[in-house]
């Protein structure tokens, strides 16, 4: 393992959450297989865990960022973003 470990785990960690993410949120489509309660509310769960990696990782980078108008702009910072923003307005919408 080259570098530093603690940036390697948590690249692992965070790849881990968008294979997750992904095999559930595909999962959960497959109504037939996938559609009662139990299953719904796992998959739930799995989204909530996810969206807050997700959203952990977001805030460390911008705080940790000088330039923070240029993070919020740049492509890829804007796609976590668009990936992590409907789960909170869906929240907002709700409440």
Not at 34 to 48: C, L, N, Q, R
């Amino acid at each position: 393992m080259c570098g530093n470990s603690g940036a390697y785990i948590t690249s692992l960690l965070l790849l881990a959450a968008i294979a997750l993410s992904s095999v559930a949120f595909c999962m959960e489509t497959m109504e037939t297989e996938f559609g009662d309660d139990v299953s719904k509310d796992a998959f739930a769960k799995v989204e909530i865990v996810c969206v807050i990696i997700f959203s952990i990782e977001y805030f460390i980078k911008l705080m940790c960022c000088s330039n923070k108008g240029a993070f919020v702009i740049g492509p890829m910072n804007v796609v976590d973003l668009v990936a992590i923003l409907p789960f909170y307005v869906e929240i907002i919408g709700e409440s």
